[in-house]
């Protein structure tokens, strides 16, 4: 199964939403 650019555009929003709920306190 091949990673498409819409896959790791996806992947890179959740990171983006996890790192923010890190940085503001919440646990994952």
Avoid: Q, S
Wanted: hydrophobic content about 35%.
């Amino acid at each position: 199964m091949a990673v498409t650019d819409d896959d790791l555009e996806y992947l890179r929003r959740c990171v983006d939403l996890a790192r923010e709920a890190l940085d503001g306190g919440d646990e994952p």
